[in-house]
């Protein structure tokens, strides 16, 4: 069974740090990309950030470049979400997902129907 647990959310004051950790189990995660994503409340949901099977490339949205770095680590099968400089917008469920990598060379990283397996989303609040 596919699991992907999210972690590492909270609240914290602006210009704060957090970083999530994204544990994968029941899958090989070096022939899969992660993505986070997150839903503010009223909002969609959107892409925040991705990266591929290998670690080799990375996405961004522009909201969250210069401040947010993905990075993951095969052999624990942990994906992690650095994020600095926190903004009360980047208050949102934090979700991580996984899109095969073969899929996302030809799915663009930000749309949601690639992915194939969700989390169940960690509540970050940045408020002061």
């Known amino acids: 069974q596919v699991q992907l647990v999210e972690s590492g959310g909270g609240l914290v004051q602006p210009g704060g740090s957090l970083r999530l950790s994204c544990a994968v189990s029941?899958?090989?995660?070096?022939?899969?990309?992660i993505g986070w994503f997150r839903q503010a409340p009223g909002k969609e949901r959107e892409g925040v950030s991705c990266?591929?099977?290998?670690?080799?490339?990375?996405y961004y949205a522009d909201s969250v470049k210069g401040r947010f770095t993905i990075s993951r680590d095969n052999f624990k099968n942990t994906v992690y979400l650095q994020m600095n400089s926190l903004k009360p917008e980047d208050t949102a469920v934090y979700y991580c997902?996984?899109?095969?990598?073969?899929?996302?060379?030809?799915?663009?990283?930000?749309?949601?129907?690639?992915?194939?397996?969700w989390g169940q989303g960690t509540q970050v609040t940045v408020s002061s």
């Open positions: 029941g899958l090989t995660l070096d022939d899969y990309a």
């Open positions: 990266i591929s099977s290998s670690g080799g490339s990375t």
């Open positions: 997902a996984a899109i095969s990598q073969i899929v996302l060379t030809y799915s663009p990283w930000l749309v949601e129907l690639g992915y194939d397996y």
